[in-house]
């Protein structure tokens, strides 16, 4: 079934840019999937290497989950569906927004799919406008310190890009409370699965 959603996604006329030159859509879902990773969109090189997160952004969040490469990678232990399949582009500053209603379209059809999903990682603005809707605090700022009422299901991150430096600086209390408690609730999820 999961293929053949990635077949429509393929075959989908708004993706024909993508499509005639050869990209695919970069996600990861697996029927066996319990930790689900909502990002932005890909970067260039997540798209050209066709690995998410392939970056320092990746890195910067595997140190966050308190994960091993190999245990990220397990598509049984993490989806990755970010809010558009495919790179964007580059923008004024950074890369393009993903397309507005891709993730509205398509993340439905992976999620009934994925019934073992036991907690999403929504990872920056876009992630959590649309998952948290009228639900989230005043800012991006505001709903990850606020982070324990969206669990056991949510979990809102700033995004793990360098280009959020200044952000980590005004904002220690990310590191020092929020990263501890999301590799408690991660592990034990893991745990709970290699049992």
């Keep these: ?40 969109a890909p970067g260039v090189k997540a798209q050209e290497s066709m690995t998410a997160f392939n970056d320092k952004s990746g890195e910067k969040l595997l140190e966050w989950l308190g994960i091993s490469e190999k245990e990220f990678r397990n598509p049984e232990n993490f989806a990755i569906l970010p809010m558009d399949f495919y790179y964007p582009g580059k923008g004024k500053s950074g890369d393009n927004k993903p397309r507005k209603d891709f993730a509205k379209k398509w993340h439905p059809l992976f999620l009934k799919e994925m019934d073992k999903i036991e907690l999403v990682l929504l990872v920056g603005k876009y992630a959590i406008d649309f998952y948290l809707k009228e639900e989230k605090e005043k800012n991006l700022t505001e709903t990850v310190r606020n982070y324990k009422n969206y669990l056991p299901k949510y979990f809102p991150l700033v995004h793990p890009s360098p280009l959020n430096f200044r952000w980590h600086k005004k904002n220690p209390w990310f590191e020092e409370e929020v990263v501890p408690e999301l590799r408690e609730v991660v592990a034990g999820i893991l745990r709970k699965e290699n049992r």
């Design 1 to 40: 079934m999961i293929e053949r959603i990635k077949k429509e996604i393929i075959e989908d006329t708004e993706n024909k840019k993508y499509t005639d030159k050869d990209i695919m859509p970069l996600f990861v879902a697996d029927k066996e999937s319990r930790i689900l990773i909502v990002g932005q």
